[in-house]
């Protein structure tokens, strides 16, 4: 069965900082990407996807995440935070053809001013 | 509408009561989908519609959850007979494309469920 998995599941940084969330997925097939974020008191909003071309993803924001097939993975980047990025985020991946999305258990993000 | 909108946002229900959380999604969209996101977890998907045609409710956990998109626009979620290891956040999502598979789900603010 597919999973996805997320490595760190509290990070703290202050403004400024680089940063970077882990995302794993087990799946052996072709697979699309994303990073959804979820601001307090809001809604999944997409961050970016991947779906073919270029591994090296931007998304909304400053954030951009790196395919690597070999390693299975698409890991969320941003060079500097601001404390209006404390949110949750989320990997998932879609392989089906329903669009049925698999998420990780999500990244609390903690931003100091 | 502008986004997905889900009712009610909050919703507390007697262990044994029936509860129904509805769903409208954006004007047009064809696919429909239903998770439901525990305390502390990522969303888990229940079930997807493709207009009004349920094509995969492999996620239901149990025969107490039923859905239905009669006209291939707004959802219901029901549950019956509830027990408190549903409570959660119930999350809908829609896309435009037939089969969702390349284009962005939307996603509303999710109806929280306590069961008490």
């Known amino acids: 069965a597919q999973s996805v998995s997320q490595h760190n599941h509290h990070v703290i940084l202050s403004e400024a900082a680089s940063l970077e969330l882990g995302c794993n997925y087990s799946?052996?097939?072709?697979?699309?990407l994303f990073w959804y974020v979820q601001y307090p008191g809001q809604h999944l909003q997409l961050l970016l996807k991947?779906?073919?071309?270029?591994?090296l993803v931007k998304g909304i924001k400053g954030f951009e995440a790196e395919f690597i097939k070999s390693k299975f993975s698409f890991n969320l980047r941003k060079p500097s935070v601001q404390w209006s990025d404390t949110a949750e985020y989320f990997c998932?991946?879609?392989?089906?053809?329903?669009?049925?999305?698999?998420f990780g258990q999500g990244t609390t993000l903690q931003v100091k001013p | 509408g502008a986004g997905v909108s889900q009712s009610p946002r909050y919703k507390v229900a007697k262990r044994g009561q029936d509860v129904a959380l509805r769903c409208d999604p954006i004007?047009?969209?064809?696919?429909l989908f239903w998770y439901q996101q525990a305390l502390g977890q990522g969303p888990e998907f229940l079930t997807y519609?493709?207009?009004?045609?349920?094509?995969?409710k492999s996620g239901l956990p149990s025969d107490r959850f039923f859905a239905e998109r009669p006209e291939g626009s707004v959802s219901t979620l029901k549950i019956q007979r509830t027990q408190q290891e549903d409570s959660a956040v119930y999350l809908c999502?829609?896309?435009?494309?037939?089969?969702?598979?390349?284009?962005?789900?939307?996603f509303g603010q999710g109806t929280r469920l306590t069961v008490v």
């Open positions: 999502a829609s896309s435009f494309d037939r089969g969702g598979y390349n284009t962005e789900a939307f």
């Open positions: 799946y052996g097939g072709t697979v699309n």
């Open positions: 991947y779906f073919s071309g270029d591994p």
């Open positions: 998932a991946v879609s392989s089906s053809n329903t669009g049925k999305l698999i």
């Open positions: 004007s047009g969209h064809v696919s």
């Open positions: 519609f493709q207009n009004e045609a349920q094509l995969d």
